[in-house]
């Protein structure tokens, strides 16, 4: 991975989500940070850190349930996925990784044990990252 600093624009230009726009609002409305900010890196990350409260625990989503077996089987066939987008808090102890996108293919990585996840990481005012921009 690169130690390069982007924005999620960079990010959404590299590698579209149709997704972007609610990370956007994700990022503008809970941490003060615009789409030009230039916080993100492309990381791997362990599975272990991000935040267990986002693991999935709806046993009536039938829908979300088959989708993660669908991203599992991708896993077990040594398929890639795209990048889960999270942000990082430095100081929140063993879970510091809070997921923005990508629930299904977190909870795919979880069940299937696997090790480290690739994330686009947003780190404000920790690990040399900047400060909120609005």
């Known amino acids: 991975m690169s130690d390069e600093w982007r924005s999620l624009n960079e990010l959404n230009d590299e590698a579209p ?8 609002d994700n990022m503008k409305v809970m941490y003060a940070a615009s789409s030009d900010l230039q916080c993100w890196r492309e990381e791997w990350i ?6 267990p409260g986002q693991l999935f625990d709806d046993p ?6 088959a989708r993660i077996e669908s991203i599992r089987v ?7 996925l795209p990048a ?9 102890g063993e879970h510091p990784y809070v997921l ?5 293919r977190y909870n795919a990585a979880f069940r299937e044990n696997a090790e ?15 400060s909120p921009d609005l």
């Not at 923005?100 to 299904?104: A, D, M, N, P, S």
């Open 84 to 92: 889960v987008v999270t942000i990082h808090h430095a100081h929140q």
């Open 74 to 80: 991708t896993l077990r066939s040594g398929g890639s």
């Open 116 to 130: 480290t996840i690739l994330a686009w990481v947003a780190h404000l005012d920790c690990c040399g990252g900047p």
């Open 46 to 51: 362990h599975v272990g850190e991000v935040d």
């Open 17 to 24: 989500d149709h997704d972007h726009w609610s990370t956007e």
């Open 60 to 65: 009536d989503d039938r829908e979300g349930d």
């Open 100 to 104: 923005i996108e990508g629930k299904h």
